[in-house]
């Protein structure tokens, strides 16, 4: 029988800067009253100069491998879920690599938009399950203040920076990774993205000029529809594929992209407030990031123990979705 893989060690790391709605009202059309009641963000962490998504990435690995209690040559496989890499080549999880020491792994990135970590953590248990490594890093990074036009309020208000990893390694059967549902919709592509910078349109002075190096979304109310509807319906799927229900549901940690669109899943499913883990008011949408940051959080102040069952539930540019059952 094929063995379990599970969580074994979880780290973050946010950046000491903080960013209020009312430092954003000081240069922005915009107000902390709209942001709270759209979003539920109070205020984000912004990377200082110089830091970037290694950095973060590395430093909640690090916290992760200590939890975990393997040193770095002990990690076979670091996956980074990012959108904002350090650079277009190479990937982000060779940076990570080396940051780490961590001679002996194989690193790659994943490019899921905010499903990244749920993505990354479906890839690397994979390697885990079939008996190929023994520990893999998934970290959830990104530093999306890079990324944003600063006089954009309709995007620049919504983001945050961010890390978040967890060490995969074999569990009991019946327990850590239980099942995973995922999906992507290409057709609606760009919905959410960087218009400039690739091969389509290759950066120039005017794709800079015209700020297409810039993260846009096409409509915030479409992709709001689409999230209230995909993260109930992936999660259901996942809990079906485990042969679960929600009633044996502990908690729901999804991607905090917005307090209404978590609040509507919540209620699909039945959960009082204190069982979704939500931390969107002090740290805004961390994409890739936001899951392990949240459920780090909930480990750390005691809320999540071992044997609970978990749904990790994400969405975002792709577009794509995915939820992970997870009994911790
Ligand atoms: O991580 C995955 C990707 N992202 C998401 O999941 C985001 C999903 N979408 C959302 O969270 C919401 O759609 C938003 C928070 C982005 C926007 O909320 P909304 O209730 O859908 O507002 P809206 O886009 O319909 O805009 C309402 C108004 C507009 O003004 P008019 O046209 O009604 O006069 C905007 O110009 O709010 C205006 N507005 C702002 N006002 C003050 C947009 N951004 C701001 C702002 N401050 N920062």
Known sequence: MAPGVGIIGIGSALPAKVVTNFDLEKF???????IRTRTGISERRIAEEG???SDLAARAAE???AEAGITADQVEMIIVATATPDAPLPATACYVQAKLGAVNAAALDVAAGCTGFIYGL???????RSGAYRHVLV??????????????RSMCVLFGD???AVVLGPVDEDSGILSFKLGSDGHMADMLAIPAGGVRRPASLETVKAGLHYARMLSGNETFKFAVRVMGEVTQQALDAAGLTREDLDFLIPHQANWRIIDAARKRFCLPEERV??????YGNMSSASIPVAMEEAVRDGRLKRGDLVALVGFGAG?????AIVRY
């Open 28 to 34: 922005l059309d915009t107000s902390d009253e709209w």
């Open 122 to 128: 479906v890839v690397g248990s994979q390697f885990v």
């Open 319 to 323: 577009l794509t979705w995915g939820a």
């Open 277 to 282: 883990v939500v931390n969107i008011n002090r």
């Open 162 to 164: 961010g890390a978040g």
């Open 139 to 152: 970290i959830g990074a990104e530093v999306l203040s890079r990324i944003l036009d600063w006089t954009d």
């Open 63 to 65: 916290k992760a491998m």
């Open 51 to 53: 830091v970037i998504t």
